[in-house]
């Protein structure tokens, strides 16, 4: 057999003579008595988790760049250079983990979802598996999240090594991780819209005109509240889901700098998603099932 | 021709070729009623029929005709606007998760998990079902070697021929044992060595007890494979029997197939209405030749063909023609199809 798989069929096909009646086992094998639709949708959460795992540097390095470079040229550079005021850093910061746990969410749904619909199919086996379809959805959504989850953690890392310190308090540190996750879903829910209502070809003009408007309306580079001035553009930027994730996470992390109630972040995020999954999930039916 | 609907026994427990027998139904089928929205037809017209259990069954007709889509609801993939459908005793309306745990799918199209070898691929459906650790690792490493996939267990499925794929994904299907295996147009796009194989493999599913649903466009697929054959045509069954009892049903027709080459007088068309006025013949059809050194008749006649080609070979010999070549025909599944939709498969 060539490595190419154009080998001749001859020489690939085994003598049908040996095929004997023991193709398949002729009584259905019943699985463990209590295996239900939810153990479903694990294992195929375990199979995500597999791949990504091969990959976890390219991984990496797919969610770091972006954050990495808007750090380093707006936290380090332009303050070093004097065009942005030393406290900048910590209005910044706090927006790009919002910008990085959303943008990653959203990636991680949409882009498999495109591709998986049309081009390769591959989503066929798991709507085959035996879970509602919806369960394929909230996998989806709930891995996409991993990854949004997983890319606004390495921030910290990044901004410690970059900035020289971050704003940390050990008070708020829960509810930060709580603010992260809820931006992470965020995305994944924006994603799975992206990737169910969106055709195939295009994808490409979609992201475009979603994704630059959505990272630079989400306050992840300036404090809500000092838009006042910019009347306009603060009814807008308050339509972006990413503003409250970057507000929230700002509330906890720089309490000094002026921002939206973080109480008012959790309600309005949450509310979000609530209604971002359910159009999600019904564009996904809409597609898994004619 | 004859339009008309010839449903023959839809289910009914009757039919030589297939043991009467009290194993039961695998897939039951209703009235199945599909419209999508805008269309301006049903894509399904209420279809009924019933699958016995650890038969092959063929569903046969032509693109568009409704295969895909009765094959869509019955494996959960296509909600239907009215009927009834069961398969393994699992109504697939009503419960679709527990349907997807007794059927198995092996589509059109490659859609195995590029990310994942061969094998894992394998390892991972069965996972999906629910099958332990311990066993789906057996059971993939038995069906890889059946399958003649085992020297290249690691390889990703780009790597592979259609042959090759088309064998993962029947074997990916058999890891959760389904009773009821459905495989949709399997032999497109195979080269014939790979076909052959295939069908030794449904041969052996069958053997093996399962119950197997095949759609194709393919006659001698059909005929070769299938204990009973739907015929399906603008989404409803048309005849449902086995391969030999339909064709057997066309009449006992039979049909002369000659080439004749022209004499320097006469002309065909006298010569077909001579051919035609012959005891026993039904109808004489000039057809049209190819090569244009002559004249080619299709002759359908009562009973056996060969007592024609005497009075046949006279007749165009009267006509100062000569006759340089006959062939006898027995009608078959692509002749049975043609009577009942008048129009060709392909």
Redo the contacts between chains.
């Keep these: ?1 060539s ?5 001749t ?2 020489d ?3 003598d ?1 003579g040996t ?11 019943a ?2 008595a209590r ?1 239900g ?1 939810w ?2 949708g694990l ?2 959460l ?2 995500d988790l ?2 990504t795992g091969r990959e976890f540097p390219i991984f990496l390095a797919q969610v770091i760049l972006q954050p990495l470079f808007l750090l380093f040229v707006f936290g380090k550079v332009l303050t070093d250079l004097g065009y942005a005021r030393p406290g900048y850093q910590e209005v910044l910061f706090p927006g790009l983990v919002a910008l990085a746990a959303v943008l990653t969410g959203l990636q991680s749904t949409a882009l498999p979802l495109v591709i998986e619909f049309s081009y ?3 989503i ?10 919806g369960g394929v959805a909230v996998e989806k959504v709930v891995f996409a999240a991993m990854r949004g989850f997983v890319a606004a953690v390495v921030m910290f890392p990044i901004g410690v090594w970059i900035l020289g310190s971050i704003p940390w308090q050990a008070s708020t540190g829960v509810a930060v991780v709580m603010m992260m996750v809820l931006g992470s879903m965020l995305g994944a829910a924006m994603g799975l819209i992206l990737g169910t209502y969106v055709p195939p070809h295009r994808i490409n003009v979609t992201f475009a005109l979603v994704l630059t408007p959505l990272i630079f309306t989400g306050c992840s580079q300036y404090p809500w509240p000092s838009l006042g001035h910019l009347r306009w553009f603060q009814v807008v930027a308050a339509l972006n889901p990413l503003t409250y994730v970057s507000e929230g996470l700002r509330g906890l992390m720089v309490p000094y700098v002026p921002h939206i109630a973080t109480w008012a972040c959790f309600l309005v995020g949450v509310i979000y998603l609530v209604v971002l999954m359910a159009v999600g999930m019904y564009g996904f039916n809409r597609r ?3 | 021709m004859s339009t008309a609907p010839r449903q023959t026994a839809a289910g009914a427990p009757s039919g030589p070729g297939v043991e009467p027998s009290d194993r039961g139904t695998a897939v039951e089928v209703r009235d199945l009623v599909k419209r ?1 929205p805008k269309a301006p037809v049903d894509s399904l017209a209420g279809v009924s029929f019933d699958v016995r259990r650890g038969e092959v069954f063929g569903f046969l007709g032509p693109n568009g005709a409704g295969k895909s889509t009765t094959i ?1 609801i019955l ?5 239907p606007t009215g009927g009834r459908a069961v398969v ?1 005793g699992v109504d697939v309306v009503a419960d ?3 349907a ?3 059927l198995g ?1 092996v ?1 059109q ?8 070898s061969v094998r894992q691929n394998l390892l ?2 069965a ?6 650790r311990a ?1 789906r690792n057996q059971l993939a490493d038995a069906l890889l070697e ?1 399958f ?1 996939l085992a ?2 267990p690691e390889g990703r499925p780009d ?3 259609g ?2 794929i088309q064998r993962m994904m029947i074997a ?1 299907a ?1 890891m ?4 009821v295996l459905f495989l949709d147009e399997p032999s497109t796009g195979l ?4 076909r ?2 295939l069908w ?2 449904v041969a ?2 069958k ?4 119950t197997v649903v095949i759609t194709t466009h393919d006659m001698d697929e059909a005929a070769e494979l299938s204990d009973r054959v739907a015929i399906i045509d603008h989404g409803t069954v048309l005849a449902l029997d086995t391969p030999e009892r339909l064709v057997r049903d066309m009449h006992s027709e039979r049909t002369l197939d000659c080439t004749v080459e022209a004499g320097p007088t006469g002309d065909a068309r006298s010569l077909g209405l001579a051919l035609a006025g012959l005891v026993g013949v039904r109808a004489v059809d000039q057809l049209d030749d190819p090569a244009g050194t002559g004249w080619r008749f299709r002759i359908d006649v009562d009973g056996e063909a060969a007592p024609f080609v005497a009075p046949v070979a006279t007749l165009v010999a009267d006509a100062g023609a000569r006759l340089t070549d006959v062939r006898l025909g027995e009608p078959n599944l692509e002749d049975v199809f043609i009577h009942l939709t008048g129009r060709a498969l392909r």
């Design positions: 057999m490595p190419d798989g154009e080998g069929p001859m690939t096909i085994p049908p095929v004997g009646p023991d193709v398949a086992p002729a009584t259905a094998f699985p463990a295996w639709p153990r479903t294992a195929i375990r199979r597999f791949v390769s199919n591959e066929e086996d798991r709507l085959l598996a035996p879970l509602p379809v898994a099932l004619s | 999508y869509g494996t959960t993939r296509i909600r393994a679709p998760v527990g997807r745990r007794v799918v589509p199209q490659n859609n195995l998990d590029r990310s994942l991972f459906h996972s999906y079902h629910g099958i332990p066993r059946q003649g020297d290249r790597d592979f021929s042959g090759q990916r058999l959760h044992a389904p009773s080269d014939p060595a790979a052959l194989f030794e493999k052996g599913l053997a093996a007890g399962t």
